[in-house]
């Protein structure tokens, strides 16, 4: 018997109970014989109508002194007190599995530190990309490479917004509301719609794929809430899909990581990953491009990441991931990165100081055109004195 405990009983951690319950038989085959026994729910609230009603605690303590529980589930979301509970049960010699990118990303370092001092697992599988597989094909399946670039629609939530906004009409209120009652979005959407949630998800498998820490508060941070649907109209007019994206490169100055929205051209398979699919492209030199597509929120398809890792540590694998904490701040300025950058105005100056780009006129006086590739804070510099109505990077 695999004992498990879930702290967090909300979305994800009852997603996870489902998964286990619902595919019992075929997990039990795939661990020659044993089964997996939630043995624990840690919440505040009571499940008096659950099947599993009866295991619920608010007593942290109970769990970590059971020698019977190997694996505790942590799908609390937030920092506190999920990474501090974390640390308890790696301290204590137990496997932790989570779904929390927040917790990953700022705190990953110590916690895969703590895990490999006790001989234990911390494994994270859910917190990039809900269901994709992405952790762990990154770290086993292209360990030949040396990764040039990782580059992502990493939230279901504001994909799904554009999405709806561009192919229905619908508005962004309206849209958002309709991916909450689905379960997508966080329990402050403000970290889905300001990017903050991609920004932990890139940084994640930026310090995966470079091997060294990279943390949220390095990395610029941009979201959609200054997109609009005339954006995305002359954006699809030049053959281009808006799509926030984190992207995280490999440059001879330092890593380059950003988390923007930027225009995708349809001839990028990128453009066509719609609602709450996710998508990310990792660039190996060995390999080249991989893509890798699924539901990136959602109960379900977020359970089952979890569940994958349960498996994994079921097995007996040990899987730890490695990257190393470096004193001084790896990432560069983005501003001195190469770009080239969607632009609307009313100027018709613009013609004369970007010649050679191609220029779409809408009826209302307006222009749009793409820069040439350029410095960020060059192409800056040059479009400074216009009065730009919008301004997008392009992919
Ligand atoms: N709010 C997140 C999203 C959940 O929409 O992608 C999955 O991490």
Not at 56 to 74: G, W
Not at 153 to 178: R, V, Y
Not at 280 to 285: D, L, R
């Amino acid at each position: 018997m695999i004992n498990i405990a879930i702290l967090g009983f909300g979305v994800v951690g009852s997603g996870v109970a489902e998964v286990i319950s619902e595919n019992s038989d075929s997990l039990s085959e795939k661990l020659s014989g044993e089964e997996i026994c939630v043995k624990y729910i840690l919440d505040k609230r009571s499940f008096p109508e659950h099947a599993l009603g009866n295991r619920v605690t608010m007593d942290f303590d109970m769990i970590l002194n059971d020698p019977e529980v190997i694996v505790v589930v942590e799908t609390m979301g937030g920092s506190h007190p999920a990474y501090e509970f974390s640390k308890r049960a790696l301290e204590a010699g137990k496997n932790v599995v989570t779904s929390n990118k927040e917790v990953v990303a700022n705190f990953g370092t110590e916690l895969l530190s703590i895990a490999r001092e006790n001989n234990v697992n911390y494994l994270f599988e859910a917190s990039v990309g809900g269901g994709i597989p992405i952790i762990r094909p990154m770290w086993q399946c292209l360990a030949a490479n040396k990764i040039e670039s990782v580059t992502g629609i990493l939230n279901g939530t504001t994909n799904f917004i554009l999405t709806k906004m561009i192919s229905e009409g619908m508005d962004f209120e309206e849209a958002l509301k309709l991916a909450q009652s689905l379960g997508y979005a966080e329990a402050n959407p403000a970290a889905d719609i300001e990017g903050i949630d991609t920004c932990r998800k890139i940084c994640i498998l930026a310090s995966l794929a470079f091997g060294k820490t990279v943390l949220p508060e390095n990395v610029h941070c941009e979201g959609i809430s200054d997109i609009t649907l005339e954006d995305m109209t002359a954006a699809e007019a030049l053959g281009y899909s808006i799509k926030l994206l984190g992207r995280a490169e490999n440059t001879d100055d330092g890593i380059y990581v950003i988390t923007a929205p930027f225009l995708v051209g349809y001839d990028n398979p990128m453009a066509g990953v719609n609602d709450v699919y996710n998508a990310i492209t990792v660039c190996g030199n060995a390999v080249g491009d991989i893509m890798f597509y699924g539901k990136g929120a959602g109960k379900l398809p977020t359970a089952s990441a979890v569940v994958a890792d349960i498996v994994d540590i079921a097995r007996e694998c040990k899987k730890n991931i490695i990257w190393s904490f470096s004193k001084d701040n790896p990432v560069t300025d983005y501003r001195s990165a190469k770009t080239r950058f969607f632009v609307r105005t009313e100027d018709p100056r613009a013609k004369e100081y970007f010649p050679g780009c191609v220029f779409c006129d809408s009826e209302n006086g307006e222009y749009a055109f793409i820069t040439d590739e350029d410095k960020e804070s060059r192409l800056s510099e040059r479009l400074t004195g216009f009065s730009v109505i919008s301004k997008i990077r392009v992919l």
